[in-house]
């Protein structure tokens, strides 16, 4: 039964997490099940994945601090090392009532601030949870993986279905998702999808490149708002 987020992404990777690797050999027990760490040593550098779900209560106050409690100051790092900031990230999973505009920019604020760790925050609603869920339970897959599957099969829904809307968020907020479409089968789709995950990926590279331009800014003697606006405009056109 596929009942979370991280069963989902384990049943796109073929029954795991972290791609072509089990799970008991890449979790790391921090004695808290609010947050999971799972580290992908493939590399020459391991990278750690914090997976966590977001809230905000009806006071409209969120559980960020409790998350990143657990995940700065867990015991498990008095017997593990403790991960470098420059190889960590943190996908929060969000669900939401609705996709709203209103969203977006507390979403921009959690991933713009960067403390500790790289920030994803992966929303959706519980309908395009469970559309995606027995969508991909209804696939065969014929002896391939999974996500092969889907990137072959997705091309068949509308586009703006809530297995698809799922899917190309889903894709640009965990890190280690690549996917690769098959060419002959869905060129026009592969890039209509990769085209918006790569858009989702840019606005959040757009909004770290204007926020460290703006601390390195106010810290010069000689801040001057009309030559920052200017600077982060031309640098937009640039990208």
């Excluded at 960067?114 to 925050?121: A, C, L």
């Excluded at 995606?132 to 209804?138: A, D, H, N, P």
């Amino acid at each position: 039964m596929i009942s979370t987020i991280l069963d989902i992404i384990r049943l796109l990777n073929g029954g795991s997490v972290i791609p072509m690797q089990k799970d008991k050999d890449t979790k790391i027990d921090l004695y808290n099940d609010k947050v999971q760490l799972f580290v992908d040593a493939s590399g020459q550098e391991s990278k750690y994945y914090y997976f966590s779900e977001f809230e905000i209560d009806g006071e409209n106050q969120d559980n960020l601090s409790e998350i990143e409690d657990v995940a700065l100051n867990s015991d498990a790092y008095t017997v593990v090392e403790k991960p470098k900031p420059s190889d960590s990230y943190m996908i929060l999973f969000w669900k939401v009532e609705h996709i709203e505009e209103r969203l977006y920019p507390y979403i921009i604020k959690i991933e713009e601030n960067e403390f500790f760790y790289k920030k994803y925050v992966f929303y959706y609603t519980e309908k395009e949870q469970q559309c995606f869920g027995k969508w991909c339970e209804s696939l065969k897959t014929n002896g391939k993986p999974m996500l092969d599957t889907v990137l072959e099969e997705v091309q068949f829904l509308n586009d703006e279905s809530e297995q698809v809307q799922f899917l190309t968020r889903l894709l640009s907020k965990v890190p280690f998702f690549n996917p690769i479409f098959p060419k002959a089968v869905m060129n026009d789709f592969g890039e209509m999808v990769r085209q918006k995950i790569d858009g989702i990926r840019k606005q959040k590279k757009n909004v770290e490149m204007i926020n460290d331009m703006f601390i390195k800014s106010i810290e010069e003697e000689s801040f001057d708002v009309e030559v920052l606006s200017d600077m982060i405009y031309q640098k937009i056109l640039e990208e």
